[in-house]
């Protein structure tokens, strides 16, 4: 046990649960606050409803910055795919093999993060414009300083993507890596990213499928479970390769889907436990050094514990989606 009383304390400080008590006496107060205000019960439901979508649209964002406020919580799990990955997929690659590039095209990456996309097609001789695009400040900050120190001339701008700044056919190609699954209002977004892209231009987005990793996120929501907080949902199930092609298609005609297969494999816990440990800012709990320490040491002994028992290598299947849009 990991400061068993501590644990209780935020337990129920962050365990959430709504009361409705209806009586007469507020019924009646509510109907006459609908008669002096001249509102339906419809309309004050759907503006209760429209606050609160707001209000929580508002926290996930939130969560999303705090995740990448440090970009080394983001390098460890790209780290960790790169290294433990069963076939060894480059993924930057499949996508400029995608875009057919002549070197001359204007390219939008939303969610660019630290720039090495960017970057990596500038060292290669692209000509055309690039603009990279995040909402991170922190992101953008480094992917200044990394494109400076090799004297390449990048546009980086922070920014919302759901409010893209640009003129109506700005770009040839809008490029969305794995960043779909944070944007509220995907159908929307996406809407949006077509505005800004030239008539004979395209869109690629870059996805997981919201089954991948299912040994790694049941160990987090065990971990979760066992510290008293609400279970996480997959990251990717609001833009995932199980609807991915559905909400594409309501803003695209032709979609072109690659599907790679492949897995995680480990032989020891402390990549496993590195990898969760970088989640934590994303996940629905105080923002508290003693507690991410008690939940690193039960993660570190639940995980050998768990490797010791499946024969000592821990496979973890994901599965990857490469959309090609026009």
């Keep these: 046990m990991f400061a068993l009383a501590n644990i209780k304390e935020r337990k129920n400080m962050k365990e959430k649960s709504i009361h409705f008590r209806i009586n007469e006496s507020f019924l009646e107060r509510f109907e006459e606050a609908l008669i002096y205000e001249g509102l339906t019960k419809t309309e004050v439901l759907t503006h209760a409803i429209q606050n609160f979508c707001v209000t929580v649209e508002s926290r996930k964002m939130n969560d999303i910055k705090r995740q990448y406020e440090v970009s080394n919580h983001l390098q460890i799990r790209i780290d960790t795919h790169a290294k433990y990955e069963e076939k060894r997929v480059d993924l930057d690659k499949i996508v400029i093999e995608k875009l057919h590039l002549t070197k001359n095209e ?3 990456d939303l ?18 414009h690039l603009t990279g695009y995040d909402q991170s400040t922190k992101m ?42 944070h944007v509220p209002d995907v159908k929307n977004a996406i809407k ?14 870059t996805t997981n499928s919201c089954f991948s990793l299912p040994r790694i996120q049941k160990l987090c929501n ?21 609807n991915a092609k559905d909400i594409l298609s309501s803003t695209f005609d032709n979609i072109d889907e690659l599907i790679i297969s492949n897995a995680l494999i480990f ?22 050094m003693e507690l991410y320490l008690d939940m690193q040491k039960w993660l570190q002994v639940e ?19 490469i959309y090609r849009c026009n």
Excluded at 146 to 174: C, H, M
Excluded at 192 to 205: E, L, Q, S, Y
Excluded at 267 to 288: G, R
Aim: hydrophobic fraction near 35%; aromatic fraction near 10%; charge should be neutral.
């Design 222 to 242: 065990n971990m979760l479970t066992e510290f008293g907080f609400p279970e996480r949902t997959s990251p990717a199930n609001s833009f995932c390769i199980e």
């Design 111 to 128: 969610g660019c993060a630290t720039g090495d996309f960017l970057i990596h097609l500038k060292e290669n001789g692209h000509k055309g």
């Design 192 to 205: 949006g990213f077509k505005n800004v892209i030239k008539p004979n231009g395209g869109f690629i987005a």
């Design 140 to 181: 953008i900050h480094d992917a200044i300083k990394n494109s400076k120190q090799k004297n390449l001339n990048i546009e980086w701008i922070v920014g919302d993507a759901r409010k893209l700044p640009f003129t109506t056919n700005a770009y040839d190609w809008v490029i969305a890596r794995h960043m779909l699954y």
């Design 303 to 321: 995980t050998e514990n768990i490797i010791s028992n499946i024969g000592g290598i821990w496979r973890d299947s994901k599965n990857v989606g």
């Design 106 to 108: 204007k390219i939008l």
């Design 267 to 288: 032989h020891h816990a402390e990549p496993i436990v590195k990898y969760i440990t970088s989640m934590f800012p994303s996940l629905d709990i105080p923002d508290d």
